[in-house]
């Protein structure tokens, strides 16, 4: 017995907790941590003239 | 006649394992969790018992007629009421709901009982020594503790601590899911409140990663070893910790929420892909929103603080529209099918607001969505956050979120967990039925004191407004809400706390039979389960709350906007 | 079903009621995500975070020459509550100029006299802790930062007497920290 309904793919990356949890946590340390860290890193010294 | 060899297997099919058989719902049990989700659902609420006193001398104390507190005690209380509420009670309970979550459903049996040992042990360890070295005065730097403010040593230790055997607690839960796929536990995908822990999982993962990187610096600091971390910094990696176990408690309100539904009236998923995608949606996006902590900080810029705080685009907060659509679309469904069809609202009508379980869920998602939804994501409108930012409109909002959503919809799971886990009916029936009205309306009172009391420029976090001489009598008014919510609540709280406490030791004991039900609305004759499987227009009165709903959030919104254009220029 | 693993095929799109919220909230999702930049370029009222490093005593060194430089009067507090606050001067910055305001505990350091309808660069910082320069009864609120000269280009679109209350925890004496701005 060969015919294996096709899974779609939104369905298999739903179904993948490991990958899920690699892009939950890379994405919003990418996009607000690391990318918050450098907007301080940034950060230029006063001018009190 | 020789014994057959115990399994090595985590399926709970596999001979040997520990485990024992539902007598209500037939499901199995393992037993090493359920001595977890004892351990970590009692911890929790003895935790909520000491925040939720915090919590009435506080409001009794910003009810500026009574003004109880002197304002040394109301700082350290206030702190104390911060860790024991967001970390505490929440984080205790969110182990048991995962513990829960990969066993039961899943078939499988608990990857390690020595990892959840060190995991408790740590956590309550940890929960100690904070909960010591504030009562002792060393650490009145409320729960953000934000430098240059310095706590004792211990505090950040015992932080620490309590985020590590946190992480733990999830590494069981991970690896659970991991050994039950391997071991045939079961198969096909996991079930939805599977799912929806598993969200909550992993954000509890970026959560507790973040509360690493800020807390280990900030302790080798005041232990004198190291320099001061950069204030700025601080926020930014704190609010990745303190705003992100928010987002746990959201997706495991969500999934509590399922749970509920689908124990009390047979509620399923109407489509499970949608509200699959929706918890995916919180995995990727709900994260970048601790930038609205930052909206008003200086160094971190405009783009950033838009398209963070934006949910990327609100896609974050699309999840939640969803959720606010399919758990109600569910019930109303299973209410149709038992042919409670009358009208567009009469299955409201025969819900069974009696049953505790089913009114908090029905409370937490109402308080949630309306109050707590709408109020967060326009508060969190990176120009709005000018008019609010430290202003009590913030606890305000996240009275009714974490407390009215959350809190609220956990208090319904243990009418539940107490006679399926511990295996005791509940005592005094009429008080319990009564609980979650009592404490959904006192907390929703307190979130209208707050919310208006802010609007008028009452700070959050201040112990008397009358030094300033800025504030008139509607604020006073208001405080004074905030005040007898925080009494109402408080005795919603205390009522809840007696009757776990006292069925532990007083309810009936169930020993696998079945527990005595808090009502189901029955199935009318000729109606018939799963009819209405293929009818996509069936939740005629769904669709009208939410556009309600909808309505509600577009007014209150460019309200927002409104009041924001009155003020002075500024950039 | 919600408690037990789905063995037969559960994956298909949305329609009917829920296939129509989703368009709904999408759509107010994509309108509330335009609001944000609309009002950066257009609206009048941003938080930009516009900051640079600075030591606190530089920047209270700063303060208080600009007080020594345009000093106009001073301030005394009729409320007895804050021995910190008996007075403060009241200091005019040159129209469309700079600012200088210091929060430490517990007290906004100078007062200021504004002009209505002219801008200012309002430089805020701390000198020991974070603090909440929440400004009342307009109810304008942004974070103060030992270490940030934080700066507000604002402009003062009406008169009268305004407070600066504190509104992140400083200390014992935080409830009490105030400040003035006076508008004319």
């Given amino acids: 017995m060969n015919d294996k309904p096709k899974i779609h793919p939104w369905q298999k990356v739903l179904d993948n907790p490991w990958l899920l949890l690699v892009l939950g946590v890379l994405i919003p340390f990418l996009s607000y941590t690391v990318w918050g860290w450098i907007e301080l890193l940034l950060v230029k010294p006063a001018q009190l003239p | ?80 009421h911060g860790i024991n509420m967001l970390i505490l009670w929440i984080l205790f309970f969110e182990v048991a709901i995962l513990y829960f979550a990969c066993t039961t459903p899943l078939n499988a049996r608990l990857f390690s009982k020595k990892v959840a040992w060190v995991s408790f042990g740590l956590m309550l360890t940890g929960a100690l020594m904070v909960d010591y070295i504030i009562l002792a005065g060393q650490a009145d730097v409320m729960m953000t503790s934000y430098l240059p403010l310095l706590a004792h040593p211990v505090f950040y230790l015992g932080i620490i601590f309590v985020a590590v055997g946190t992480l733990i607690g999830v590494f069981n839960f991970f690896a659970t899911l991991y050994v039950a796929k391997r071991d045939g536990a079961y198969t096909g995908s996991m079930p939805i409140v599977t799912f929806g822990a598993t969200a909550a999982a992993i954000i509890a993962v970026v959560t507790l990663l ?40 959201v997706c495991a309100m969500v999934s509590v929420w399922y749970l509920l539904s689908h124990i009390v009236l047979g509620a399923r998923p109407i489509n499970e892909a949608v509200c699959r995608t929706a918890f995916v949606l919180y995995i990727l996006f709900i994260n970048l929103a601790s930038a609205h902590h930052l909206l008003v900080d200086p160094g971190v810029g405009a783009t950033w603080k838009i398209w963070n705080t934006s949910y990327a685009m609100y896609l974050a907060v699309l999840a939640s529209m969803i959720h606010g659509f399919t ?139 009358d030094a300033q001489g800025v504030y008139g009598p509607a604020a006073h008014l208001w405080l004074g809400v905030l005040g007898i919510g925080g009494v109402l609540a408080f005795l919603g709280l205390l009522t809840f706390v007696l009757l776990c406490v006292g069925t532990l030791f007083l309810g009936k004991k169930l020993e696998n039979s079945a527990m005595t039900d808090w009502g189901t609305p029955p199935a009318l004759a000729g109606s018939q389960a799963g009819s209405l499987a293929q009818d996509h227009y069936a939740t005629k009165g769904t669709i009208v709350l939410t556009c309600v709903f909808l309505a509600c ?18 950039r | 079903m919600s408690l037990r693993p789905l063995t037969s095929p559960w994956f298909h799109a949305p329609a009917g009621h829920e296939k129509l919220w989703l368009g709904l909230a999408l759509l107010w999702c994509f309108v509330m995500s335009l609001m944000m930049p609309y009002w950066h370029f257009r609206g009048k009222q941003n938080s930009t975070g516009e900051a640079y490093r600075v030591q606190p005593a530089d920047f209270l060194a700063r303060t208080e020459k600009f007080v020594a430089a345009n000093r106009v009067g001073t301030y005394k507090n009729p409320l007895a509550n804050n021995p910190l606050l008996q007075e403060l001067p009241i200091v005019e910055p040159p129209a469309g100029g700079d600012a200088y305001l210091t929060g430490r505990m517990w007290q906004w350091y100078p007062a200021l006299r504004l002009r209505l309808g002219e801008t200012y660069r309002l430089h805020l910082s701390a000198l020991d802790l974070q603090h909440g320069f929440s400004l009342q009864p307009l109810n304008m609120n942004f974070q103060v930062l030992p270490g940030y000269d934080h700066i507000l280009t604002i402009t003062p679109t009406s008169k009268g007497e305004f407070t600066i209350v504190c509104n992140e925890f400083c200390g014992i004496g935080h409830s009490n920290m105030s400040g003035k701005i006076f508008v004319e």
């Fill in chain 2, 1 to 80: 006649m020789t014994t057959a060899p115990v399994s090595l297997s985590h399926s709970l099919a596999a001979p040997g394992v520990p485990k024992r058989v539902c007598g209500t719902t037939g499901l199995s049990v393992c037993l090493d969790a359920q001595r977890f989700i004892k351990f970590n659902a009692v911890s929790g609420i003895v935790f909520l018992l000491l925040g939720g006193i915090a919590a009435l001398l506080l409001a009794l104390t910003r009810w500026q007629a009574v003004h109880l507190l002197p304002a040394e005690w109301f700082y350290r209380l206030l702190t104390f």
């Fill in chain 2, 553 to 570: 959030f577009a007014v209150y919104y460019f309200a927002n906007w409104k009041a924001l254009a009155d003020v002075w220029p500024v």
């Fill in chain 2, 327 to 465: 758990v109600p679309a569910g019930v109303e469904i299973a209410m149709r099918e038992k042919g409670y069809t009358r009208g567009i609202f009469g299955w409201v009508v025969a819900l069974p607001w009696k049953n505790p379980a089913f009114s908090a869920t029905a409370l937490s998602l109402v308080i949630f969505g309306f109050l707590g939804g709408i109020t967060g994501v326009t508060l969190g409108t990176q120009q709005i956050n000018i008019i609010a930012h430290n202003t009590l409109r913030i606890p305000g909002h996240f009275h009714v979120t974490v407390v009215g959503g959350t809190s609220l919809a956990f208090m319904g799971l243990a009418y539940y967990v107490i006679p399926l886990i511990f295996q005791r009916d509940f005592i005094f029936r009429g008080a319990a039925r009564l609980q979650p009205w009592l404490f959904g309306v006192g907390i929703t009172m307190v979130s209208f004191g707050m919310s208006f009391a802010g609007s008028m420029g009452v700070s959050r976090r201040s112990w008397d407004i």
């Fill in chain 2, 210 to 249: 973040h509360g690493a990187i800020v807390m280990i610096p900030t302790f080798t600091y005041s232990m004198g070893w190291t320099a001061q971390p950069d204030p700025a910094w601080y926020r930014l990696i704190w609010w990745g910790l303190g705003h992100q176990s928010q987002q746990v408690n």
